[in-house]
T-cell receptor, first 113, second 114 residues
Framework: DAKTTQPTSMDCAEGRAANLPCNHS???????VYWYRQIHSQGPQYIIH???NNETNEMASLIITEDRKSSTLILPHATLRDTAVYYC??????????????FGKGTHLIIQP | DGGITQSPKYLFRKEGQNVTLSCEQN?????MYWYRQDPGQGLRLIYY???????QKGDIAEGYSVSREKKESFPLTVTSAQKNPTAFYLC?????????????FGSGTRLTVV
């Protein structure tokens, strides 16, 4: 699976859009981009995933560049409860795989009141 | 509601003791995983199982053992051979159908050696 690079931490004001970047310059054509988040002392929570098109669900939007070398997770109206560590992951298989998921250190997003 | 239940939430172990962490899911998921998380770090894979009665070692399996006798259950035993067991342990599951793209995680067990 391709490696990802994320900033260690970010701040965002409550009510504003939080934009979390992720670089995955070595991504291959059949690798998906996944985003998860982990609130302190809880299990990670799936947010969204995509292959090459932009995606939106009730939690967030995912913008993937045309060359697929980077992506941005957007939380449109951040709340204090969005404070968490956000993980960007790329991997081939869409379902259960033999290697599970590789989580790096992610981005610690802090929403300021 | 379907989900994954891990128990206990907190566990204290004396040195030299084996302890077993429970993981139960009612999602009808085929694949189950155990991860370890140390403070400020990402997740590291301990063991995984894709079907009943079969499991494979992950990156840090030494000192741990698992069983998969039922689809719903994937208990993890931390043995006395694990030299640094204090950590946060997470269980996860996922279906193997094409539409099963999101891993579901339990709420974790925090193990402390005393």
């Amino acid at each position: 699976d391709a490696k990802t690079t994320q900033p260690t931490s970010m701040d965002c004001a409550e009510g504003r859009a939080a934009n979390l970047p992720c670089n995955h310059s070595t991504i291959s054509g059949n690798e998906y981009v996944y985003w998860y988040r982990q609130i302190h002392s809880q299990g990670p929570q799936y947010i969204i995933h995509g292959l090459k098109n932009n995606e939106t669900n009730e939690m967030a939007s995912l913008i993937i560049t045309e060359d697929r070398k980077s992506s941005t997770l957007i939380l449109p109206h951040a709340t204090l409860r969005d404070t968490a560590v956000y993980y960007c992951i790329v991997r081939v298989v869409l379902g259960g795989g033999a290697d599970g998921l590789t989580f790096g250190k992610g981005t610690h997003l802090i929403i300021q009141p | 509601d379907g989900g994954i239940t891990q128990s206990p939430k907190y566990l204290f172990r004396k040195e030299g003791q084996n302890v077993t962490l429970s993981c139960e899911q009612n999602l009808n998921h085929d694949a189950m995983y155990w991860y370890r998380q140390d403070p400020g770090q990402g997740l590291r894979l301990i063991y995984y199982s894709q079907i009943v009665n079969d499991f494979q070692k992950g990156d840090i399996a030494e000192g741990y053992s698992v069983s998969r006798e039922k689809k719903e259950s994937f208990p993890l035993t931390v043995t006395s051979a694990q030299k640094n067991p204090t950590a946060f342990y997470l269980c996860a599951s996922i279906g193997v159908r094409r539409q099963d793209y999101g891993y579901t995680f339990g709420s974790g067990t925090r193990l402390t050696v005393v």
